[in-house]
């Protein structure tokens, strides 16, 4: 068995509707969680979970594509919750995600505050607060660019640096599916680059969507915008 199932979590902050993509890679000895959400959202993706069938206290591990809160925010709820989960995350990217390096987001959003008009520094500083209140936690194991693991019957790490700097997706060789993360989000049935005015090396980022489009790949799923078929 090996599958790859897509996650709908849906939620709001304020009145607008939002929705994100976390992945489920299954097959007969791991149950992996590809990303897992805003702080808090625990409990919305185990259900998520389980209403796709699941059970989510067999979860074996966590990657974590990138440290960004959105894509980290739950990951500590759950390593406190499953300890025997084992978070996965790039070699690069680990001192960001075990807090031993400063949250890159975060520096970017200080000097930003600096900038920002009167009226827009309690957002900011809203939005700085969000940031540091995302717990740091351990990564068990790092990967690299290149590595494959044997998960779902071979799938590829690919180092996709730009949106951050150890920012990684995934290949799924026998499906012929990318798990973009960041690398690309889907807007208007198109991949591009996630939000290019936070993006920390917008060159690199540019380098990433490419390596990724030229894959052998079908389907790309896309944290924010789901599934894209070619
Ligand atoms: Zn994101």
Known sequence: MED?????????????????????????????????????????????????GMDY?????????????????????????????????????APYIEGSKKSLRLEQAEALQETLDEDKKAFGKAFCDILKSVKPV???IKVNDGDVMDWCGGCEIVGTPGHTPGHISLFIRNKKIIITGDAA????????????????????????????KGYDADTYICYHGGVYKR
Do not use: W
């Open 4 to 52: 790859v199932i897509v996650l709908n979590i849906k939620f709001k902050f304020g009145d607008t509707e939002d929705v994100i993509h976390p992945v489920i890679l299954r097959d007969d000895s791991e149950m992996i969680l590809v990303d897992c959400g805003y702080t808090g959202f625990m409990p919305v993706i185990e259900e998520a979970i389980k209403k796709e």
């Open 57 to 93: 206290r067999k979860l074996t591990k966590i990657l974590i594509t990138h440290h960004d809160h959105d894509h980290m925010g739950s990951l500590a709820d759950f390593k406190q919750k499953y300890p025997n989960i084992k978070i996965v995350a790039s070699e690069i990217e």
């Open 138 to 140: 351990k990564v068990d």
């Open 185 to 212: 989000v889907l807007e208007n049935n198109l991949l591009v680059i996630a939000n290019p005015q936070f993006t920390l090396d917008l060159d690199n980022a540019e380098k990433s969507i490419s390596k990724i």
